[in-house]
């Protein structure tokens, strides 16, 4: 079975502060993670897959097999970031992801000026 | 190219009704995945079509069933609605790429919002 767990419901920073957003996982086999963001009023987006070890808007997030984690960070978190956050886990075969998601309940982050 | 539509946005139903959610897929998408989002959680996966077949299924009973039309829209449909079915249900969609079953990124609609009383 799939788990992701984000520990933290709220995470309130203020601007130009680093800002990390934790998320575990359990997943028996090879997982592919993701994070996914939902701004105010917006749908739900990509914001990085560990798989293109892409940095988007200034946040990365490295897989940890050893610690099964994929935490999200940025060193100055900026007040447009504000959003919530969500951390996904789909299984991951030899060609890519089925994209069968499970994500976790989210993190809401708040930039304070 | 207005990317993944659902429609309708809200939707009232008793308990015991039926309903038939509806989604439309990114331009030149062709999988479209299901989600449902109870309130202060993240998305469930309900299930994914490709090809107009149900590809990959997540823990939902059978009440909750869909369709993939040959222009690849979707309809999610649920039968006899209990109170906990309320949600907002998301629709997503990817092109399926490569060899075997794997896809590119999934993008997801607005979403209607189901409220069972």
């Known amino acids: 079975a799939q788990r992701v767990t984000q520990p933290e419901k709220l995470l309130s920073v203020f601007k130009g502060a680093p800002v990390e957003l934790k998320c575990n996982y359990s997943?028996?086999?090879?997982?592919?993670l993701f994070w996914y963001v939902q701004y105010s009023r917006q749908r739900l987006q990509l914001l990085l897959r560990h798989i293109s070890r892409e940095s988007i808007k200034g946040f990365t997030a490295d897989l940890n097999k050893g610690e099964t984690s994929f935490h999200l960070k940025k060193p100055f978190a900026q007040e447009e970031d504000s959003a919530m956050y969500y951390c996904?886990?789909?299984?991951?075969?030899?060609?890519?992801?089925?994209?069968?998601?499970?994500f976790g309940k989210g993190t809401l982050l708040t930039v304070n000026p | 190219d207005a990317g993944v539509t659902q429609s309708p946005t809200h939707l009232i139903k008793t308990r015991g009704q039926q309903v038939t959610l509806r989604c439309s897929p990114k331009?030149?998408?062709?999988?479209v995945s299901w989600y449902q989002q109870a309130l202060g959680q993240g998305p469930q996966f309900i299930f994914q079509y490709y090809e107009e077949e149900e590809r990959q299924r997540g823990n939902f009973p059978d009440r909750f069933s869909g369709h993939q039309f040959p222009n690849y829209s979707s309809e999610l449909n649920v039968n006899a609605l209990l109170l906990g079915d309320s949600a907002l249900y998301l629709c997503a969609s990817s092109l399926a790429t490569g060899q075997g079953w794997f896809l590119g990124e999934q993008f997801f609609g607005p979403g209607t919002r189901l409220t069972v009383l």
């Open positions: 996904a886990l789909s299984p991951l075969g030899s060609g890519g992801s089925n994209y069968k998601l499970t």
């Open positions: 331009s030149g998408h062709d999988t």
């Open positions: 997943y028996s086999g090879s997982p592919e």
